[in-house]
């Protein structure tokens, strides 16, 4: 795998003109993998996405067809998302990348945009990860998550990682609604295991004890449902456990 040093250190990390740049050189690698903030994502997603389908080679200020379309009307770009259901499912990601077998109708590629990637389902991931590894020379796949560590690691391995900048510390509006999830729905070993990871990124960001306890915790709660153990007792044990500091 190929990840930049950004992701080793505390500077802020690379910006979208540095990803621009390297694109324009042909250094940059047809999967990616952009750890950034949420609302952060729309900004990246457009200027990036925007200059890889550049039918003028991304030049500033472009005024050629594909640079003044919307991504959502261009016939090059495809971006998944959670249905209600709150997953992306394999026959979503069969649909986007048979739709690239015939070649770009505009641009010089294609743009296939995952947000937030760690949305993917089990069987969708399988899937893509045979595409990730040698996609056709024009097709770019964009995956875009808060939480890197939330996608096996086979997806990773397999993209070139970026972090956009530093992650809020703690981010509480993230903590309320991953805490939401698991109040409120049926509790999964899917869902545990995206918590789980979600928590040690945390823990990994800030050093605070209590995101590694979290982790722990969560992890239990994995082998209890492995195990066909008490959902219920499993969900407590997480209730409790959880930062109450981080989600008032």
Not at 7 to 20: A, E, F, H, T, Y
Not at 185 to 210: D, F
Request: charged share 25%; aromatic share 6%.
């Amino acid at each position: 795998m190929w990840t930049s040093t950004a992701m080793k250190s505390s500077n802020p990390g690379p910006s979208v003109d540095d990803l621009i740049r390297l694109h324009q050189g042909g250094d940059l690698a047809q999967a990616l993998l952009i750890s950034v903030e949420a609302p952060s994502q729309p900004a990246v997603l457009q200027r990036l996405a925007h200059s890889i389908l550049c039918e003028e080679g991304g030049s500033p200020d472009c005024r050629c067809r594909s640079c003044q379309t919307p991504l959502a009307n261009h016939p090059d770009f495809v971006e998944l998302a959670p249905t209600s259901a709150r997953t992306i499912r394999r026959d979503e990601v069969e649909e986007a990348v048979a739709a690239t077998a015939a070649g770009p109708l505009w641009s010089p590629s294609r743009v296939i945009v995952v947000r937030p990637a760690e949305s993917l389902g089990r069987e969708a991931e399988s899937y893509l990860l045979k595409h990730l590894e040698e996609p056709p020379a024009y097709v770019y796949y964009l995956l875009l998550t808060e939480v890197p560590d939330a996608m096996i690691a086979t997806i990773k391995s397999r993209c070139q990682v970026w972090r956009m900048g530093e992650h809020a510390a703690e981010d509480t509006d993230l903590a309320r609604g991953v805490l939401q999830d698991i109040s409120s729905q049926p509790l999964t070993m899917n869902q545990v295991v995206r918590a789980a990871y979600w928590a040690r990124e945390q823990y990994r960001l800030t050093g605070r004890e209590h995101w590694l306890s979290l982790w722990d915790t969560l992890s239990e709660a994995f082998r209890q449902l492995e195990a066909n153990g008490n959902d219920e007792l499993a969900r407590a044990q997480i209730l409790r456990q959880w930062p109450m500091g981080e989600t008032r």
